[in-house]
Nanobody, 117 residues
Framework: QVQLVESGGGLVQPGGSLTLACVAS???????????MGWYRQAPGKQREMVAV??????NYADSVKGRFTIFRDFTRNMVSLQMNSLKTEDTAIYYC?????????WGQGTQVTVSS
């Protein structure tokens, strides 16, 4: 069974940095490498939104994080990470790792990121 395990959330002051990581397990790397992996977030009272997705043909970022966040994908370790710089209070949310395998979409358990002074 496919599982996504996230790590790296926490409390940071505005202007600070955090790195999130997500490791996929339960299938071979050859299978994972054929699908998109990325990060979504959900703030209190808001819908879940795309943050960054590493696709086979490139990368998509939400406009609100362009220039501040960078997604990395390590195909050899079935891992995707999110480097977050210049964090703002509005980045506060639960961040979810996502693996889109077409007919089935997998989610991690979520990791809390709080940006506050």
């Amino acid at each position: 069974q496919v599982q996504l395990v996230e790590s790296g959330g926490g409390l940071v002051q505005p202007g600070g940095s955090l790195t999130l990581a997500c490791v996929a397990s339960g299938a071979s790397g050859a299978i994972f490498n054929g699908y998109d992996m990325g990060w979504y977030r959900q703030a209190p009272g808001k819908q879940r939104e795309m943050v960054a997705v590493r696709k086979l043909g490139g990368t998509n970022y939400a406009d609100s994080v362009k220039g501040r966040f960078t997604i990395f994908r390590d195909f050899t370790r079935n891992m995707v990470s999110l480097q977050m710089n210049s964090l703002k209070t509005e980045d506060t949310a639960i961040y979810y790792c996502n693996l889109d395998m077409g007919m089935t979409v997998y989610w991690g358990q979520g990791t809390q990121v709080t940006v506050s002074s």
